[in-house]
């Protein structure tokens, strides 16, 4: 019998493809994760957010770097929705908004802002938004990046003007300055 037997090489053979696969697979997943960490450190650095869970919670809710600046405009789209839909006028402002933050037409962030326009987002990612808006205005970094609290709930209260109203009396709902009340609440909390 010779040195070489064939059951032996077959099974040598199988192992060594076990374990390519393997190293292949461990690089793979050490790929994936510092890509992650990488996006994770850029949302944190475009957010303001520095709290590790609450930008776990950002991803959590679908925010990437490219979507971000989207943030600090989750309270207008939802007083925009007080009334149970977007009208065509709080859209335009929304838009103009966004354009203002830097939203293009056409990217993530637009498309994004598209989606939340035409389908009213789950009151639970609104609560859980509104927290990470608040923690962005914690952050005095934030503050002198253009937009400030007040700026935001300035922005809130346009939106619940723009559509609203009969012959120019009340134009501003009760549903709407209810919700006005609780995101401003929400958002100076302290």
Not at 62 to 73: A, C, H, K, N
Not at 77 to 106: C, F, H, K, N, T
Not at 127 to 154: C, K, Q, Y
Request: glycine share 8%.
């Amino acid at each position: 019998m010779g040195d070489h037997d064939g059951i032996t090489d077959n099974v040598r053979s199988r192992e060594d493809e076990y374990f390519r696969r393997k190293d292949r697979e461990l690089v793979e997943r050490m790929r994936q994760s510092a890509a992650a960490n990488a996006t994770r450190q850029d949302l944190e650095a475009r957010s303001g957010i520095h709290d590790p869970e609450m930008v776990q919670e950002l991803e959590a809710l679908g925010f990437t770097p490219e979507t971000v600046s989207l943030l600090p405009l989750v309270p207008i789209v939802q007083i925009a929705w007080a009334e149970g839909g977007v009208s065509d006028d709080e859209r335009r402002l929304i838009v103009q908004l966004a354009r203002q933050r830097g939203i293009m037409p056409g990217s993530a962030g637009d498309r994004q802002l598209s989606a939340w326009l035409g389908q009213k987002p789950s009151d639970e990612v609104f609560a859980r938004a509104l927290r990470l808006v608040r923690a962005m205005f914690e952050n005095p970094e934030v503050e002198s990046g253009g937009l400030r609290l007040e700026d935001l709930i300035h922005h809130c209260e346009e939106i619940a003007a723009v559509s609203g109203g009969v012959l120019g009396f009340r134009k501003i709902s009760a549903e709407e300055r209810a919700l006005m009340k609780q995101v401003e609440q929400a958002l100076k909390k302290r």
